[in-house]
Every structure is written in structure tokens, then in C-alpha cells.
């Protein structure tokens, strides 16, 4: 990124945090105001790698996995995402932070939704980046996924076939970017590891299940926008193959003060393959929205 050499210098350190007797694993770089970051899907936090370099100036950027995605252990029950809302909620805590900005891609778009609808005020402001939850519409390949035995193949299949981690990690960038070879490399080598896990991949499939259903997403959270009262910036791909452009629109319209960026060379890992683009509009919506809640609304 021009004129950001001093943010690429910063270092991205691996730390670990046990959180209610779950090994926690996430990134974390800078000093300032703090920034959460949400993977999507089976994603990893080197999701958010050149995010968290390109914050690291202005704000202590933390990117989580999250529970039974990458290498965080998995929660006992479902990994609904308002019982993982509630888990970043303990996750924060336990790491200091008091109040934040909360961005979040796909999965964790809707993770973070729940969180402010669970604490509402404690949060300065919201990203949603190619958000789940803002309509029924979704790939038809999640559906499949999600409904036949195709996913169930998948997870016993992947660990063990010739080149199984490799192929996959390679499906999800030619489905999730239009310009996969922009994806940096702590991704690439950060997926292929977490991929060949056979409990990572189980996890997956059961959040998949629980989300999507026949007929698409279940349960969109887009009708409880209007709930939110702080600042929103709703980020978009055009070219997104899995949830389609036109549902950021939609949340839009059910924001109080919503923001909308759509980014007509991108798909759905946009904060991967166009990440000086999203810190463009990231950077200055943290500076106007401000960076925590008010002193009279945090932790108790």
C-alpha cells in the first residue's frame, strides 16, 4: 500500500487466551483504539493479515478465530452465531478490551450484528463485509453443501485423498475472489493448515447446516437492522459469488446510519484480494464513527 510502509513494518504477533476453558487463538498488532476483526466461514484470522498491518498505525487491531474454525477449540453445543456473539462478548474481556469498533466478514457479519444486539452501546460502530444474515439468497453450492451428502464427502474425503487440503483451499479462493492471486501468502499457508484438520472441517459443516437450509440462508437477521442506532459501514464485492452484492443494498435501507461501499473488482474474500481498496473506506469510516463506546456505557 503507497505511503504505508510504516504500518507493513509493524509486526502481526500469534497469541493464545483460554476463554471459558476454550484455547483461543488470535492475531493482534498496533496500539490505540481497538479494532475486533470476524473471519467468514472456516475462515482463519490470517483472513484479516493486511487489515490488521494497514490498522496497525492508529489502533490495536485483533483478529480472533473463532470457536471450531481455524485453530480455536470448538464450543460444546451449536456454533449459532449468537452463541458465538456471545463468546467474542467473553473473549474481549478476557483480552482487556472494554469497547470497540467490530468488523466483521460473512460468518462473522452476523456475528457481529448479534454482538450489538446483545450489548447494545458497546460498541462504537460496525463494519459488515459480505455479511450472512442480510437475506435468504446464497450460493447454490453452500446449499448443496448443506442439504445432500456432498458435505458430509467432503469432510472425511479432504484429509485423505492425494492433495485434498490443497484442492479445497483452492476452490474456496477461485469461488471466493476474482483475483485470487492477489491473496496474500500467511493465508494461503494459514488455510491450507487448518483445512487438513478433520474436526475444523466438521465444525464447518455443522455451522453451515445450522445456517443454510433448502431454501437458503435461515433466519436473516436484515429485519433487526433498524435496532441499531451506532454508525455502520455495509462493504460489498459486485462479483461476489456466495451472497450476492444486492443484499448489502437491502441492509442499507435498514440502517439508521448505514454507510454502503461496493467494489465493482471483487468478490467475496474481498478484504484479501482488494485490501488497500477496504482500508481506503475502513480507516476513514473508525475515524469518524470514534473508537469506543461512551465511558457511562462500558464494562460493569
Not at 3 to 26: F, L, M, P, Q
Request: hydrophobic share 45%.
Amino acid at each position: 500500500m503507497k505511503g504505508c510502509t510504516a504500518e507493513r513494518g509493524k509486526i502481526v504477533e500469534e497469541r493464545w487466551i483460554n476463554v471459558d476453558g476454550v484455547s483461543t487463538r488470535y492475531l493482534e498488532t498496533g496500539t490505540g483504539k481497538p479494532v475486533l476483526l470476524l473471519p467468514g466461514e472456516g475462515s482463519v484470522a490470517e483472513q484479516w493479515h493486511p487489515v490488521l498491518e494497514g490498522l496497525a498505525h492508529s489502533h490495536r487491531a485483533i483478529a480472533v478465530d473463532l470457536p471450531g474454525y481455524g485453530y480455536t477449540d470448538p464450543l460444546y453445543g451449536s456454533n449459532s452465531p449468537a452463541q458465538l456473539a456471545s463468546f467474542v462478548w467473553r473473549f474481549a474481556q478476557e483480552i482487556g478490551v472494554e469497547s470497540a469498533a467490530v468488523v466483521g466478514h460473512s460468518l462473522g457479519g452476523s456475528v457481529a450484528v448479534y454482538m450489538a444486539l446483545q450489548r447494545p452501546g458497546k460498541l462504537s460502530s460496525l463494519t459488515l463485509v459480505s455479511s450472512a444474515g442480510m437475506g435468504r439468497a446464497i450460493s447454490p453450492a453452500m446449499v448443496v453443501h448443506a442439504v445432500t451428502p456432498v458435505g458430509d464427502l467432503t469432510k472425511w474425503l479432504v484429509p485423505v485423498i492425494p492433495f485434498g487440503p490443497e484442492l479445497l483451499v483452492k476452490t474456496i479462493a477461485a469461488l471466493g475472489a476474482r483475483r485470487p492471486w492477489r491473496i496474500p501468502r500467511p493465508w494461503w499457508s494459514s488455510q491450507l493448515k487448518a483445512v487438513r484438520s478433520p474436526e475444523a472441517l466438521s465444525g464447518t459443516l455443522r455451522s453451515i447446516r445450522s445456517s443454510v437450509g433448502l431454501l437458503g440462508q435461515k433466519n436473516p437477521l436484515v429485519g433487526r437492522l433498524p435496532e441499531l442506532s451506532i454508525p455502520v459501514l455495509v462493504v460489498w464485492g459486485i462479483q461476489d459469488l456466495v451472497v450476492p452484492f444486492w443484499q448489502g443494498i437491502n441492509a442499507r435501507r435498514n440502517l439508521r446510519r448505514g454507510e454502503l461501499k461496493l467494489f465493482p473488482c471483487a468478490g467475496h474474500l474481498m478484504p484479501l484480494e482488494a485490501a488497500d481498496q477496504f482500508l481506503a473506506v475502513l480507516r476513514p469510516f473508525l475515524d469518524r464513527a470514534g473508537g469506543g463506546a461512551p465511558e457511562e456505557e462500558r464494562w460493569t
